[in-house]
């Protein structure tokens, strides 16, 4: 049917122009995230271990800090190994359904990230203002409950996203000004025009991270006022314990909001924006809550003298 052939799309793959052209600088940049995305998997999967092996942390806290490393996990290890590859072969194309793929999958994560860093909030609000009824308020259900909701909306906001998109017309240029796929330069290759679809996009993933971001930062600010209202002792033990929570969420959603909302699109800027991300994010999260977390670090030290015990039989 040449109609039909005629409507879809003849683009086959992509080709990602990655980071950078110069052969020096790709080799630069091969060492330094090979080395950043080895740092992310065990660190990421060190937090996931521990949690879930020693049972002084099942706790609802460190059950959502789990599944965040988790995610972390993920979201870096759909775009990284990519890279690396593309950087040490030279040979950077991505299949179109690899693209939509990889689109779809960094929209479930990303929406599902967003929706548990306010589950977290949440948590630290009940410990800190209600910490008689903590555990009857984050009790295991509910915490399983909200999770499965977080993973639910992240794959409502991705379906949603490609709904929009699916179905462009792709004849030409092929393209992206990245080292992965994502909307808002996968829109802009299509042989349409496409102002509405970026608008609608932009607009869906744009007011999701702005809005989070601010009832995150608000909900931040209430925790705050409510706790410096009983002590000034309370004041600085909650500054210190949402601090991590409020670095982690600055550097997570700067990225999204910037990418997203920023009318202009700065090539160099999203880049950037998109190692801190997938790159960096994901190797401070493990520190900045465990680091800074006597249970985590006393958890970790139970674990190393187990495994060390193992190894001598």
């Not at 690396?84 to 929209?107: A, K, M, R």
């Not at 929009?164 to 990245?178: A, H, K, R, T």
């Not at 090539?267 to 800074?292: C, E, G, H, Q, S």
Request: hydrophobic share 50%; proline share 5%; aromatic share 14%.
């Amino acid at each position: 049917n040449p109609m039909y052939e005629a409507n879809y799309s003849e683009v086959f793959e992509f080709v990602l122009l990655g980071l950078s052209t110069y052969r020096p600088v790709q080799h630069f940049l091969l060492a330094i995230s090979t080395v950043f995305y080895v740092i992310i998997v065990l660190g990421n999967i060190l937090v996931v271990f521990t949690v879930t092996s020693d049972h002084h942390l099942h706790s609802p806290m460190y059950f959502l800090l789990g599944n965040l490393s988790f995610i972390d996990l993920c979201l870096s290890t759909l775009t990284v190994p990519k890279m690396i590859s593309d950087l040490y072969s030279g040979h950077n194309t991505i299949s179109f359904q690899g693209c939509v793929i990889q689109i779809f999958v960094l929209h479930v994560l990303g929406g599902s990230e967003m929706v548990l860093l306010i589950v977290m909030a949440l948590d630290r609000y009940v410990a800190i203002c209600r910490p008689l009824h903590y555990l009857t308020i984050m009790s295991p259900r509910l915490c399983i409950l909200l999770l499965s909701g977080a993973w639910a909306i992240g794959l409502i906001h991705a379906v949603a996203q490609l709904a929009f998109v699916v179905y462009l017309p792709f004849c030409g240029p092929n393209e992206i000004d990245s080292f992965y796929c994502d909307l808002p330069w996968f829109i802009k290759l299509a042989c349409t025009d496409t102002y509405r679809t970026e608008f609608v996009v932009t607009a869906n993933s744009g007011f999701i991270s702005t809005g989070t971001f601010f009832l995150l930062i608000i909900s931040y600010i209430f925790i705050l006022v409510t706790v410096q209202k009983r002590s000034s002792a309370g004041l600085s033990k909650a500054l210190s314990t949402l601090s991590a929570h409020i670095t982690v969420v600055v550097l997570f959603f700067g990225p999204c909001i910037f990418i997203y909302m920023w009318p202009f699109p700065t090539v160099p800027v999203d880049k950037f924006l998109a190692i801190l991300d997938f790159m960096i994010t994901p190797i401070l999260n493990p520190a900045i809550y465990t680091l800074r977390n006597k249970d985590m670090k006393m958890a970790m030290k139970r674990l190393s003298v187990q495994l060390l015990s193992l190894r001598k039989f």
